[in-house]
């Protein structure tokens, strides 16, 4: 049995699994693997009451995040990635941070690196509509090509990767945030009191994977209000 079977085993009961099993489920693993958690670090919302973006709105989300970071590396294909956008009714998606990236005729070194980091969550996303098989622990940057392969063709019609998007069960998603939630923690308590990180987690993987999984699951209605709180 490998480590992330303790978080994938089905409940057998007739019962959605409730946010103190959940917790505890995950810090079984946190044990197993030797990182540190605190009991009364808060649950998270349970699955009765959780409610969890379409399919359809994860796809549109991760397309408009790819092609944000393509302009960010090609600023020449900005007029056309717009237009790209607004053809398939995706530039009413697009945040309101995010159009003055995309139209931003230079970006800073800051804002690149941000929007290159947002991949991570790109790999989430992809994971949640079932793109990505599993998720590995948050320990390696994820490699571009992977991403890409998962994606429609650059610049084509990106309906059908839209429309046939089937996201994952509400159980797995939750059980994903409740670890997500939990490593965010043990990696800011590290990071705080100048310790190595534990089990070779990346801090700046886990705040990616974080806010992707917070806008899943509605932490706030809108992309850019996210938040991370531990």
């Known amino acids: 049995m490998g480590i992330f079977d303790i978080i ?5 009961g007739s019962n959605p699994k409730t946010a103190e099993q959940r917790k505890k489920q995950t810090e079984i693993l946190l044990k197993s693997l030797n990182i540190t958690f605190i009991d ?4 998270i919302e349970e699955e009765s009451e959780v409610i969890i973006r379409t399919a359809q709105q ?26 790209f956008l607004k053809t398939n009714l995706l530039w009413d998606k697009v945040s309101p941070d995010e159009k003055e990236l995309f139209q931003k005729e230079e970006l800073t070194d800051q ?16 994971w949640t509509i079932n793109k990505v098989d599993k998720l590995e622990l948050p320990t390696e940057q ?5 991403i890409v392969l998962r994606l429609p063709e650059f610049l084509t019609a990106p309906s059908e990767f839209i429309e046939n998007a089937i996201v994952r069960p509400t159980t797995e998603i939750l059980d994903q945030s409740d670890l997500i939630y939990r490593l965010h923690w043990a990696t800011r308590n590290a990071d705080l009191n100048n ?36």
Do not use: C
């Not at 092609?67 to 900005?78: I, N, Q």
């Open 8 to 12: 994938k085993k089905p409940n057998n």
């Open 40 to 43: 009364h670090l808060p649950l």
């Open 58 to 83: 994860i796809a549109e989300r991760i397309l408009i995040l790819v092609y944000l970071a393509y302009v960010s590396e090609v600023p020449d294909e900005r007029e056309n990635v717009i237009e």
């Open 111 to 126: 804002e690149t690196a941000n929007i290159s980091w947002r991949s991570e969550g790109v790999w989430l996303l992809l």
């Open 142 to 146: 994820v490699e571009i090509p992977e």
């Open 195 to 230: 310790q190595p990180m534990p089990a070779n987690l990346d801090f700046s993987i886990i705040m990616e994977r974080h806010y992707a999984i917070n806008w899943v699951t509605f932490y706030a209605d809108e992309w850019d209000e996210i938040s991370t709180d531990t």
